[in-house]
């Protein structure tokens, strides 16, 4: 009989063992879960936010594009050479929007602000900042393929082209979105 009991408190050991091991295991999984969903959490967040920039650079670009309709801008517009109040000379060595990024003058006087009612994630709370822009002037010949009839342009003939740059912000100041557009107008 000690023989049998001896062997019966030993299985009860071995059931503990093996419970707290099963344990274990299922705990770490739990924790790897739990990070994996975190971080898929945290990159749905982040694509969330750089969609609001993209937009947001989007609504600028519409924005600029009223501008031009709107003040008739043409060569003799005050387009200067780095940029005043979003109206620039094109650089043929570098691209003014380049510069600016470069030296992060996106929120400087050199740029426009989007005139139109304030950008917001959720009908409330307002984009870190709202979208700027600059519209540059490329003094060129129309590009071959277009014809002089389909442009507005000072005569309705003449077409003139500018490059639009616009810069958008997300929730956090750190999502930013630049969109770029060549017009004739």
């Given amino acids: 009989m000690p023989s049998c009991l001896s062997s019966h408190s030993s299985q009860r050991g071995i059931a503990l063992v093996t419970g707290l091991m099963f344990l274990v295991i299922l705990t770490l999984i739990a924790l790897s879960a739990m990070k994996s969903t975190s971080l898929e959490e945290r990159m749905a967040g982040n694509a969330r936010d750089q969609a609001l920039a993209f937009e947001a650079a989007e609504a600028g670009v519409r924005d600029a594009l009223r501008y031009i309709a709107v003040n008739g801008l043409n060569p003799s517009s005050p387009f200067v050479a780095g940029c005043a109040a979003g109206l620039c000379l094109n650089d043929q060595v570098t691209p003014v929007w380049q510069t600016i990024t470069a030296n992060g003058d996106w929120t400087s006087a050199k740029t426009l602000a989007y ?39 000072l005569t309705g003939t003449e077409l003139i082209p500018f490059r639009i740059t616009s810069h958008g912000w997300g929730a956090n100041s750190n999502t930013q979105a630049t969109v770029q557009t060549v017009i004739l107008y």
């Fill in 115 to 153: 005139s139109g009612a304030p950008l917001t994630i959720d009908g409330a709370t307002p984009l870190s900042n709202q979208p700027r822009y600059i519209i540059e002037y490329l003094p060129s010949t129309t590009p071959s393929g277009y014809s002089g009839a389909t442009g507005k342009g």
